[in-house]
T-cell receptor
Framework: AQKVTQAQTEISVVEKEDVTLDCVYE???????LFWYKQPPSGELVFLIR??????QNEISGRYSWNFQKSTSSFNFTITASQVVDSAVYFC???????????FGRGTSLIVHP | ETGVTQSPTHLIKTRGQQVTLRCSSQ?????VSWYQQALGQGPQFIFQ???????GRGNFPPRFSGLQFPNYSSELNVNALELDDSALYLC?????????????FGPGTRLTVL
């Protein structure tokens, strides 16, 4: 069985602060994929990143960075110098290779105050 | 390139009724997945369609059914509506089948069952 835990229900920061969203996962698959999605108030989920289980390199994309650590089964997401437009619910998701069923966490609501 | 569209945006039904939700996939995508997102929760996978065939199903009863058409658009049908069916229903399309590929989500249909 797969499980994704996002322990932070809501995070509130002031603009320009750095913020890290935590994601811890459980799976018995040796090959799996991890995702982060952003859900703004408009509702549609926006794909941010996919990482496979064999690639533990950290990734940076502009103000976004991801830290994947298999040893702790974590795939954390950091936003540097947060902006009001970053306010959204962020979901971490997991899928085993060959699976059609992704497992999403419950999401972390990020509120960035001006 | 047209994104994923869903209709209607909002819908109100009463218990016991039937509902049909519609989704047009992104141009060139032959795979459509449907998700149910209850308030404050992450999306739950309902099923996936690939080239007009159901390709995988989550833990949802048979009263949740779907169709995919030759143009790859899709319908989600829910019979005998229950109060707990109230949720945001999201459609996502992708280039290939499987849950480990990047998915493009529509804005969702908000269903309220009274």
């Amino acid at each position: 069985a797969q499980k994704v835990t996002q322990a932070q229900t809501e995070i509130s920061v002031v603009e320009k602060e750095d913020v890290t969203l935590d994601c811890v996962y459980e799976t018995r698959d040796t090959t799996y994929y991890l995702f982060w999605y952003k859900q703004p108030p408009s509702g549609e989920l926006v794909f941010l990143i996919r990482r496979n289980s064999f690639d533990e390199q950290n990734e940076i994309s502009g103000r976004y960075s991801w830290n994947f650590q298999k040893s702790t089964s974590s795939f954390n997401f950091t936003i540097t110098a947060s902006q009001v437009v970053d306010s959204a619910v962020y979901f971490c998701a997991l899928s085993g290779e060959g699976s059609y069923i992704p497992t999403f966490g419950r999401g972390t609501s990020l509120i960035v105050h001006p | 390139e047209t994104g994923v569209t869903q209709s209607p945006t909002h819908l109100i039904k009463t218990r016991g009724q039937q509902v049909t939700l519609r989704c047009s996939s992104q141009s060139g995508h032959n795979t459509v997945s449907w998700y149910q997102q209850a308030l404050g929760q992450g999306p739950q996978f309902i099923f996936q369609y690939y080239r007009e065939e159901e390709n995988g199903r989550g833990n949802f009863p048979p009263r949740f059914s779907g169709l995919q058409f030759p143009n790859y658009s899709s319908e989600l049908n829910v019979n005998a509506l229950e109060l707990d069916d109230s949720a945001l229903y999201l459609c996502a399309s992708s280039l290939v089948a499987g849950a480990y590929n990047e998915q493009f989500f529509g804005p969702g249909t908000r269903l309220t069952v009274l």
